[in-house]
């Protein structure tokens, strides 16, 4: 079974996911952890975290706290940087089966 990020979980990992997938907190760190995953990757070369700040109107301690730390993104700020990026965010809903596997609505 895949868990965040589409990385491969071992039997305990599952189950800890079983049981705290229902948790909202963790659920949301969830997401913040892939978005910070796909935000670090757009970053390369001369787009690094100064230009990220500079392109969001921040200080770069705030995209560096964000990258870099356990956080509580907005939706504003995971809006904002996917705007200084040029990409598009979203977020899906979907249910899965006992493989992981997403199911349609």
Known sequence: RRGWGGHLMSGLMEEWVAEYGKDPEWVAEGLAVEVIGAVRGWLTGERNQRWLAE??????????????GPTDLTL????????????????ILTEEDEHGRSLPF
């Open 76 to 91: 504003l700020s995971i809006a904002r940087m996917a705007v200084a990026l040029g990409v598009k965010p979203r977020l």
């Open 55 to 68: 392109a969001m109107g921040v200080d770069k301690r705030e995209v560096s706290r964000w990258l870099n």
